[in-house]
């Protein structure tokens, strides 16, 4: 079963994976935990030149192309082989981020963007997500108390990421069968009990 976590950064998606990974593997279910971009020996240093804070001329198709070259590495090489292994494949992030980033986000055309992320991801589609809904308030209010310094990516102003969490809210709307939309303001323990609910039926 392939189930991804999607949410603007610091929704609280990398605390519910490790979570759900423990709670699998204490029921004995097979499980590995991937992240976008990233998640194998090519992807992280595709990864390490899109965060890079230096590359601030990159267009922004080089970007939605380097988070496909990444997307399409890490589904070939480590998520539809594990998933022939029957393995839970849980993924931080999946195509709907760059719907929701570069397609929302207003830099490329959403058309493009459906037939690249279905190119990428070679036709797979997670059978389940999550999508964890805070408010760029709160993410400010989180990224203050981590004293986080901020990659290329999220640099970018407000109103961009205002666009990002209307999008993501937008794209589970189209699919419902897919998504589960979670209020990221819940606490840890009640978005788990949650998230474990849907899993289990
Ligand atoms: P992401 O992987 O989406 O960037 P993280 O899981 O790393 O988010 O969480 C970002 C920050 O928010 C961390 O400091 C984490 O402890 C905190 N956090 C996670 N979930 C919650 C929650 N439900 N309520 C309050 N803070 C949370
Ligand atoms: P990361 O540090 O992994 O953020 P987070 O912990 O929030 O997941 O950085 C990934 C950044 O890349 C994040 O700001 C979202 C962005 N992104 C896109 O813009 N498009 C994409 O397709 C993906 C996968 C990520």
């Known amino acids: 079963m392939f189930i991804t976590f999607e949410g603007i950064d610091l929704s609280g998606k990398s605390t519910q994976i ?8 204490q029921n004995k279910k097979k499980v590995i935990s991937v992240r976008e971009p990233g998640g194998t020996g090519i992807s992280e240093q595709i990864r390490d030149i899109l965060l890079d804070k230096d590359h601030f001329k990159m267009e922004y198709l080089t970007e939605f192309l380097l988070f496909s ?9 480590i998520i539809l082989p594990h998933l022939r292994k029957k393995y839970f494949v849980l993924s931080d992030r999946y195509f709907d981020s760059s719907t929701a980033y570069q397609g929302y986000g207003g830099m490329i ?8 992320n279905k190119i990428a991801a070679g036709g797979l589609i997670p059978d389940l997500t999550f ?6 308030d709160e993410c400010i209010r989180r990224k203050k108390l981590m004293k986080k310094t901020e990659d290329r990516i999220e640099q970018k102003k407000i109103s961009y990421y205002n ?10 709307a189209n699919d419902k069968r897919r998504f589960v939309v979670i209020d990221g303001t819940k606490s840890v323990e009640d978005i788990h009990a949650e998230i474990v609910t ?3 039926s």
């Open 18 to 25: 490790k979570l759900l990974k423990n709670y699998l593997e």
């Open 69 to 77: 070259s990444s997307r399409h590495q890490l589904t070939k090489e």
């Open 109 to 116: 055309d959403l058309k493009i963007i459906k037939s690249i």
């Open 131 to 136: 999508l964890i809904n805070i408010s760029i």
């Open 163 to 172: 666009k990002v969490i209307k999008g993501y809210l937008q794209i589970a």
């Open 198 to 200: 849907t899993v289990k």
